[in-house]
């Protein structure tokens, strides 16, 4: 028995060093565990810079349905986008998911609403009322500002204290030059099965209140770490490689994103 099983480690080692087997290794891992992104508009200034190169967890929200590198062929016609389901995106995740009204576009925005949520902007502000009701927004998110409107209590700015990337533009100002839906949205309440998400960067972010939620079908994972930064003057950024979304909220670092941000954003107007 022992040497049927060292027999098959050896072949499958040997398959694993031919070209077949390294393709296929190649893309089980792209497929089903981790592929490579480019982070390329600033959407999600402060949290995820332009630059940032980082590996996607794709088994974080179920099995997406796999397609043809660079091509984006779904290699599985027919599903709804995934092969196998998984756990949903929680509220204030990083999700990377394809666009909706093209789906061979990847997006990376985070999750500010579930299915049955209701939201509305106003002056810029997000406001959030939970499908689980006040009882549950008053336990779960204690510390923030709760305004009731219409007999419910919304959360003033949801997510701003666990991510403090999260910010407006003074500069992006409410005189009729700029889309309605950046100073005032709804409100509306999130379809069953779909998530809504924002950009970071709330004031250059071109998100859900412009297309929409997006549906299950076609989210892909989550930021896992940045194996690598750069940015526009092609430097390096050392202090972001290795670090997890998490880590990117650090104190030190996050405060080097916001000076980065406003050295270079000074004269930028548009929507990502």
């Known amino acids: 028995m022992k040497k049927k ?7 499958a080692y040997r398959f694993s060093n031919t070209w077949t087997g390294t393709i296929i290794i190649v893309l089980f891992v792209i497929f089903f565990i981790a592929q490579a ?3 390329p508009s600033g959407s999600m200034k402060d949290s995820l810079l332009v630059g940032d190169h980082l590996f996607a ?5 179920g099995i997406s349905t796999p397609h043809l590198p660079f091509l984006e062929i779904p290699l599985i016609p027919g ?4 092969i196998v389901d998984g756990d949903e995106p929680q509220r204030g995740d990083i999700v990377i998911f ?8 990847h997006y990376v925005k985070r999750c500010v609403a579930l299915p049955g949520d209701e939201l509305f902007v106003m002056d810029k502000v997000l406001y959030l009322h939970p499908r689980e009701g006040d009882e549950y927004a ?11 409107v219409q007999g419910k209590l ?6 701003a204290k666990e991510h403090p990337g999260i910010h407006n533009d003074d ?5 009729g030059l700029y889309p309605r839906e950046l100073f005032d949205f709804g409100p509306v309440q999130v379809p069953e099965g779909e998530f809504f998400m924002m950009g970071d960067n709330r004031d250059h972010s071109n998100d859900s209140r412009f297309w929409g939620a997006v549906p299950y079908g076609l989210i892909e994972g989550t930021p896992w770490f940045v194996y690598f930064s750069i940015d526009d003057n092609y430097e390096v950024r050392w202090d972001r490689i290795g670090k997890t979304p998490s880590d990117l909220e650090q104190k030190e670092v996050l405060e080097r994103a916001v000076s980065e941000r406003i050295r270079e954003d000074a004269d930028d107007y548009e929507l990502y």
């Open 57 to 61: 967890k794709k088994f974080a929200y």
């Open 79 to 82: 599903t709804d986008g995934h």
């Open 5 to 11: 099983i060292l027999n098959a480690a050896h072949g």
């Open 98 to 105: 394809r666009y909706p009204n093209n789906t061979q576009l």
């Open 154 to 159: 919304w959360v003033r700015n949801p997510y």
């Open 171 to 175: 500069k992006i100002v409410d005189n």
């Open 138 to 148: 008053k336990k779960a998110f204690a510390g923030y500002e709760l305004v009731e």
């Open 37 to 39: 992104f480019r982070i």
